[in-house]
């Protein structure tokens, strides 16, 4: 996000977590990061893919982000380096029927949280959907987030949905009215739906 206005009514709606891409292939880049208050109660994410680790704890400590979403081919080494710099990560892999879990495994000491995307052509951002059932092959203990196309009308999937590590979901291009640009009432009527 990105436009102070839809930024705070986003924020009239107290999401757990807002994203700040700051990845300059994407749509959604964050040239001047907007200048607004955000409550403590929702956490800032950056997101980053393929960046050094000094540019990513350069904008961590210049943003003071809550956490940094990596959607590249970061390895678990780099996690693990990223995060003695006091960085809370969130580490993107894309599904599709041939994934294999195990290889997050590498992954858990250096990550806190984990978000299961659709393997698609780009990093992150391709707005379809993949088979959630096949998340009841991750076994790992590390909590994860759900991404990949997820619209309004998904609402009653999410509410079956059952997962010991499942903590939440990640919505994006399904809500927004433009790259960047959230349906801040689309988004209201969903969270309604949600309860």
Same mark, same amino acid.
């Given at each position: 996000?990105?436009?102070? &206005?839809? /930024?705070?009514?986003?924020?009239?709606?107290?999401?757990?977590? /807002?994203?700040?891409?700051?990845?300059? =292939?994407? =749509?959604?880049?964050?040239?001047?990061?907007?200048?607004?208050?955000?409550?403590?109660?929702?956490? !800032? *994410?950056? *997101?980053?893919?393929?960046?050094? /680790?000094?540019?990513?704890?350069?904008?961590?400590? %210049?943003?003071?982000?809550?956490? *940094?979403?990596?959607?590249?081919?970061?390895?678990? &080494?780099?996690? +693990?380096?990223?995060?003695?710099?006091? /960085?809370?990560?969130? @580490?993107?892999?894309?599904?599709? +029927?041939?994934?294999?879990?195990?290889?997050?495994?590498?992954?858990?000491?250096?990550?806190?949280?984990?978000?299961?995307?659709?393997?698609?052509?780009?990093?992150?951002?391709?707005?379809?959907?993949? %088979?959630?059932?096949?998340?009841?092959?991750?076994?790992?203990?590390?909590?994860?987030?759900?991404?990949?196309? #997820?619209?309004?009308?998904?609402?009653?999937? #999410? !509410? =079956?949905?059952?997962?010991?590590?499942?903590?939440?979901?990640?919505? %994006?291009?399904?809500?927004?009215?433009?790259?960047?640009? =959230?349906?801040?009432? &689309?988004? @209201?009527?969903? !969270?309604?739906?949600? *309860?």
């Amino acid at each position: 996000m990105r436009d102070k &206005e839809n /930024i705070s009514g986003l924020l009239a709606l107290k999401p757990d977590f /807002i994203g700040f891409i700051f990845y300059d =292939k994407s =749509k959604r880049f964050v040239a001047d990061f907007p200048q607004i208050e955000i409550p403590s109660a929702t956490k !800032k *994410v950056g *997101v980053f893919v393929n960046q050094t /680790i000094e540019e990513i704890a350069e904008k961590a400590n %210049n943003h003071t982000l809550d956490f *940094v979403q990596l959607h590249g081919n970061e390895t678990p &080494e780099f996690c +693990e380096k990223l995060a003695t710099k006091n /960085i809370k990560i969130i @580490k993107a892999f894309s599904v599709d +029927e041939n994934f294999d879990f195990s290889a997050t495994k590498p992954f858990e000491k250096g990550v806190s949280l984990f978000l299961f995307d659709t393997k698609g052509n780009n990093y992150g951002g391709n707005g379809i959907k993949f %088979n959630w059932e096949l998340l009841q092959n991750y076994t790992g203990k590390t909590p994860f987030l759900l991404s990949g196309g #997820i619209s309004k009308n998904d609402s009653e999937e #999410i !509410k =079956k949905f059952k997962h010991p590590a499942f903590l939440g979901i990640d919505i %994006n291009s399904g809500f927004e009215l433009e790259p960047g640009l =959230k349906n801040i009432k &689309e988004i @209201k009527e969903f !969270k309604n739906l949600l *309860v």
